[in-house]
């Protein structure tokens, strides 16, 4: 080994080999480079698709009678799209294939795909591809992936029917989906929803898209019985954790995203309860809500039963609106929480004595309520899916 350091030494004493020596150690720095990820600058990502025709290079050695493409993450970051349906079209026929675990997919004439017909590869044809989906009027309904977003393009043979294609998916956002929320100010206070004491319900959710432009792609049916509370001043969200979803269309004159939604629930998540802040203020309401004093050394509890439905949207200055980024555009949804059957709903207040309290004046709120008395009539009380109770005194 000493023998050898001291000849590289020695070597590079030589001025001529010196020169060798640069020149390879140049070369070697741009190979380097060639092989280094590309990077964007901020504000900016790659298009959504990369489209090579024919046989214009792209590191593949073109082969005839074959459709060649890899299905590359959004930016150019992250995981390949794994095991990813992928459909070729050509009038009614289709033909299906999945990605392999770097994201790569071949159409071949000749080639056995169950259930279709054989498989002609054609010179100069134009032919759909749909990523994550079915033929492009079924894009937006049945997702195959939900934890991938949905994707349609073109790709054109050459002379030697030989094409390439470079999709890149966007992976679907993980968003929280309210169910209720409970908002209290007050340590005297308890609020819970859902009792069950009359009889069971569920929920039932959909949505709407609040872009202009982008109609509802997803929406689930999944429905849910759960009870939550919070007591004293404290105020709380219950959500689960589904998929956000958006169908990139590449055929269009102006490729976009077209349809958005949310799809199904993330797997091995439940109900979860989130800190909320209150977003409404009590002295500005005018509906929906009820006033009512309780003496220290006393408490009373109310109770109303909920039916119907509330829609929460961001526009309407609601926090639970769900927004998410898909190929660059942000969209937003509005929500809406049906309820079957019928959820009771109860909020409870006690004011303790020997703190010179005396009488301390509440009020209680349900966004949306036709009519909202439950401290009269319990029947009368149906509101939204939110439950807000304030201390107007200042008391705590």
């Not at 591809?129 to 994707?151: K, L």
């Amino acid at each position: 080994m000493d023998n050898q350091m001291f000849s590289v030494r020695r070597t590079a004493k030589n001025p001529r080999v010196l020169m060798l020596l640069v020149a390879f150690s140049f070369f070697l720095l741009l190979l380097a480079m060639s092989n280094t990820k590309p990077v964007y600058a901020a504000g900016t990502v790659p298009a959504p698709q990369r489209i090579i025709t024919g046989g214009d290079g792209g590191g593949i050695t073109p082969t005839p009678n074959t459709i060649y493409g890899q299905i590359e993450s959004l930016g150019g970051l992250g995981p390949y799209p794994a095991r990813i349906l992928v459909n070729l079209i050509q009038f009614t026929s289709i033909w299906t294939i999945y990605t392999d675990d770097i994201g790569c997919f071949q159409f071949q004439t000749g080639a056995y795909y169950p259930g279709q017909t054989s498989l002609v590869i054609m010179p100069n044809i134009r032919y759909e591809i749909t990523v994550n989906g079915g033929y492009i009027n079924e894009m937006g309904g049945w997702i195959p992936d939900p934890a991938w977003g949905q994707w349609a393009g073109y790709v054109v043979t050459d002379d030697t029917c030989w094409a390439q294609v470079y999709p890149r998916l966007q992976p679907a956002a993980q968003v929280n989906v309210t169910y209720a929320a409970l908002f209290s100010n007050t340590q005297f206070a308890t609020l819970q929803y859902g009792l069950q004491t009359t009889s069971t319900f569920s929920h039932s959710v959909s949505f709407n898209v609040l872009n202009s432009g982008i109609s509802i792609g997803y929406s689930t049916s999944s429905s849910a019985t759960f009870t939550c509370w919070v007591t004293g001043a404290s105020s709380i969200s219950v959500a689960k954790h589904h998929y956000a979803n958006a169908f990139y269309d590449s055929t269009l004159t102006n490729p976009a995203v077209v349809k958005a939604g949310i799809s199904s629930q993330v797997p091995f998540t439940l109900f979860y309860s989130y800190p909320a802040m209150e977003y409404v203020d009590p002295s500005t309401l005018n509906v929906s809500y009820a006033d009512f004093s309780i003496n220290e050394g006393s408490g009373q509890k109310y109770q109303y039963s909920e039916t119907g439905s509330r829609t929460w949207g961001a526009t309407a200055g609601v926090p639970f609106g769900i927004i998410f980024s898909a190929w660059s555009q942000v969209i937003t949804l509005g929500e809406t929480v049906t309820t079957s059957g019928i959820s009771d709903v109860s909020f409870s207040v006690y004011v303790p004595s020997g703190y010179g309290y005396g009488f301390v004046n509440f009020r209680a709120y349900s966004p949306g309520a036709g009519s909202f008395n439950p401290l009269q009539d319990p029947n009368k009380g149906t509101g939204g899916l939110e439950l807000h109770v304030w201390d107007m005194s200042g008391k705590g």
